[in-house]
C-alpha cells in the first residue's frame, strides 16, 4: 500500500509541477500555424452502385473480386458516384478505385481480402523508396482523381499469411502455436517464416530490385516474400480516407504515393505489435496533405513522412510537403510522427499539433542515414502529450541503422563508427525545426540530437518542454540549437546534459529535479554552449570536460 501511495503522490508531483512550470514559462512560440496548406476535397454525386446487384454474396466464402470492380467500373462509367458495401462478411482479391468513386462500406461491413496469394498478381511497384516487383496490392489507384474509401466497416489485409515474426515478440504459447501451423524457422529459430521461398529471398539482398537479369520466373519463385502494401494510390489526386478501420496489412498499412491533396480523417488503423514493417501511414512524396482525428496502434512507425531512397529518391525529386497533422493519437509504434529514413525527396513545411503518443518507442522521431541525402525542413510541432515512450520523447539521429528503435532482451548493439567524410549529394540534412509545448510522462531520455561530423544537424528550438525520464539531454554535432523552458525530471542525471562538438547551443530557464553532474562537454569542436536562468546549485558536480574539451567554450548564466 505504501508503494501504490508513493507513486500516485509521485506522479501527482510531476503532473503538478509541470503545469505551474508551464503557465510560468509558457511563451509565444516563434512560428505559427495560422498559414497552413490548403488541401482540395473530394466531391461526389449520390448515385448509388450496391454490390450485390453486381454479384457480390457475403457469405464469407465466395470471392467477391469480380463483384466490386464491376460496380466500380460501372459508377465511373456514369460519372460517379457510391458503390456501397452492406453489412456483412466480403472475401475478396485486389480492389481497384477508379475517378470519382466513393467505396463506401456501411456499419458491420467487413472487406476481408484472400489469403489466396494467386489472386496478388506480381506487379511493378515500389518498396521503402525503391523500384520493386511487389504483389499486387488488395487496395490500390493510378492516376486516378476524386476518389474515396469511407463509412464505418472494416478492410481486412490478411497479413498474417505474408508476415514473418520475431520470437520475441510473441508469448510462449503464441510463439508455440504459430510454430506448429507450418512455415519454417530461422537458423537460429528465433524467427518463422510462412514459406521456404519467403526464407530464401529473406538471405538475398534487394532479391524484389527490378533489374535486367531478373525473369518472371525468378521473381515467381520468391513470390511469398513480396509483400504489398494494404492500399498503395499512386500519383492520384484528391483523395479521401473517413471513418474507416484499415487494419492487418501484409507489410505497410496506408503508402499515398506521388498522390496530392489527400484527406485521412476520424480512420482506425491496426496491426498486431509485432507485425514486420506493419506502418501506420506512410506519406511519400505527398503534396498537400491533412490528417485529422485518427488513431494509430500498429508494428512500425504510426505516421510516418518519406520522400525515396538514396539516388532513386533524389532522382524524382519530390518532397513531400505541405502536410498537416492533427488531434490524433498513436499507440503502439516504433515512433509516433517519424520522418525518414527514406526521405531522399526531401521534406518540407510540416505541421504537427494536438497529438498524443501513448506507449510508442519513439515520440518524435526524425531518422536518416549517410547515402540518403535530401534536405528535410521547415518542421513545426506544438502541443503534444506522450505518455510511457519507451526510447526517446524527441530523436533525431543520422545514424538510422534499419533496426527496431529499441534492442529486444539480450540483443546487442555497438555504437555507430564516427568518421569525417566529403560533405556530397549523399549527405542527408536535417534543419529549420521547430517544437514546442511537449509533456511527456516517462521515456528513457528526454531529447536526443545526433547530427554528422561533416554536416551539422542545424536551426533546432525546443520550447515549453515538460519531460519526465531516465536521462535528460544528449546533443551530439548540432549548431544553432536552443532549449527554452524545460523542465527535466530525471532518474539518471549524470550528466544530465550531454554534449559532444555543439555549436552555439543555447539553454533558457532550464529547470530540473536534481543532477550528479549538469554538463558534460566532449570534442575539440564545440563552441557558444551558453545557459540563462540555470540554477547551477542543485547539481553536485557543475562540469566535466573530456576529448579535448575546452572549458571556454561553456558559459553558465553569463
Request: proline content about 4%; overall charge positive; glycine content about 8%.
Amino acid at each position: 500500500m505504501r508503494k501504490i501511495v508513493s507513486t500516485i503522490f509521485t506522479a501527482t508531483l510531476f503532473i503538478s509541477s509541470l503545469t505551474a512550470f508551464a503557465q510560468s514559462n509558457k511563451q509565444k512560440a516563434p512560428y505559427s500555424f495560422s498559414n497552413l496548406p490548403v488541401i482540395a476535397k473530394t466531391s461526389f454525386k449520390a448515385d448509388t452502385f450496391n454490390i450485390i446487384k453486381y454479384g457480390a454474396k457475403n457469405d464469407g466464402v465466395t470471392l467477391n473480386s469480380k463483384a466490386i470492380n464491376d460496380a466500380i467500373v460501372a459508377c465511373n462509367k456514369k460519372g460517379g458516384g457510391v458503390v456501397l458495401v452492406p453489412k456483412g462478411m466480403w472475401l475478396t482479391g485486389p480492389i481497384e478505385l477508379k475517378s470519382n468513386v466513393n467505396l463506401h462500406l456501411q456499419k458491420n461491413a467487413i472487406i476481408q481480402f484472400t489469403k489466396d496469394f494467386n489472386q496478388y498478381p506480381l506487379v511493378a511497384s515500389n518498396w521503402e523508396g525503391l523500384p520493386q516487383m511487389r504483389n499486387q496490392s488488395p487496395l490500390w489507384s493510378t492516376n486516378q482523381t476524386n476518389i474515396a474509401i469511407t463509412g464505418f466497416g472494416i478492410i481486412d489485409g490478411a497479413g498474417e499469411v505474408w508476415r514473418m515474426v520475431k520470437k520475441d515478440k510473441l508469448t510462449e504459447s503464441q510463439w508455440s502455436k504459430l510454430v506448429a501451423s507450418g512455415g519454417v524457422l530461422s537458423d537460429d529459430k528465433k524467427s518463422w517464416y510462412p514459406s521456404e521461398a519467403f526464407f530464401k529471398a529473406s538471405k538475398m539482398k534487394n532479391p524484389g530490385e527490378i533489374t535486367p537479369d531478373k525473369t518472371p520466373e525468378f521473381y515467381n519463385s520468391i513470390k511469398t516474400f513480396l509483400r504489398p502494401n494494404l492500399l498503395v494510390f499512386t500519383s492520384c489526386k484528391k483523395i479521401l480516407l473517413e471513418g474507416v478501420t484499415f487494419q492487418n496489412s501484409p507489410a505497410w498499412n496506408l503508402h499515398p504515393l506521388m498522390c496530392e491533396d489527400l484527406t485521412v480523417r476520424n480512420v482506425y488503423v491496426k496491426n498486431p505489435w509485432y507485425a514486420q514493417n506493419g506502418d501506420g501511414i506512410d506519406l511519400e512524396s505527398c503534396k498537400n496533405v491533412l490528417i485529422e482525428g485518427s488513431t494509430f496502434d500498429v508494428g512500425d512507425d504510426g505516421i510516418c513522412i518519406k520522400s525515396g531512397r538514396d539516388a532513386a529518391g533524389r532522382k524524382r525529386g519530390m518532397p513531400t510537403e505541405n502536410v498537416i497533422i492533427r488531434n490524433s493519437t498513436v499507440y503502439h509504434a516504433h515512433g509516433g510522427f517519424v520522418i525518414g529514413s527514406e526521405m531522399s525527396g526531401g521534406a518540407k513545411n510540416i505541421f504537427v499539433s494536438d497529438c498524443s503518443f501513448i506507449g510508442t518507442d519513439i515520440g518524435l522521431r526524425f531518422k536518416t542515414t549517410r547515402g540518403r541525402g535530401g534536405v528535410v525542413e521547415k518542421i513545426f510541432v506544438k502541443n503534444i502529450n506522450m505518455k510511457d515512450i519507451v526510447g526517446e520523447a524527441i530523436l533525431f539521429d543520422m545514424y538510422y541503422a534499419a533496426v527496431d528503435p529499441v534492442p529486444l532482451k539480450g540483443e546487442k548493439r555497438d555504437a555507430p563508427k564516427v568518421e569525417l567524410l566529403p560533405v556530397t549529394e549523399e549527405t542527408p540534412i536535417f534543419r529549420d525545426f521547430h517544437i514546442t509545448d511537449v509533456v511527456c510522462d516517462g521515456a528513457s531520455k528526454a531529447v536526443f540530437i545526433r547530427g554528422l561530423p561533416e554536416l551539422s544537424i542545424s536551426n533546432i528550438t525546443l520550447d515549453n518542454l515538460n519531460i519526465k525520464a531516465d536521462e535528460g539531454v544528449d546533443i551530439q554535432e548540432a549548431k544553432n540549437v536552443s532549449l527554452n523552458n524545460v523542465n527535466l525530471i530525471v532518474a539518471n542525471s549524470n550528466p544530465l546534459i550531454n554534449i559532444q562538438n555543439g555549436n552555439t547551443i543555447n539553454f533558457k530557464n532550464i529547470n530540473y529535479n536534481a543532477a550528479q553532474l549538469l554538463f558534460r562537454i566532449t570534442g575539440d569542436r564545440n563552441s557558444a554552449i551558453k545557459t540563462s536562468g540555470l540554477d547551477a546549485t542543485k547539481a553536485k558536480s557543475k562540469t566535466e570536460f573530456l576529448a579535448g574539451a575546452d572549458e571556454k567554450t561553456l558559459q553558465i548564466n553569463k
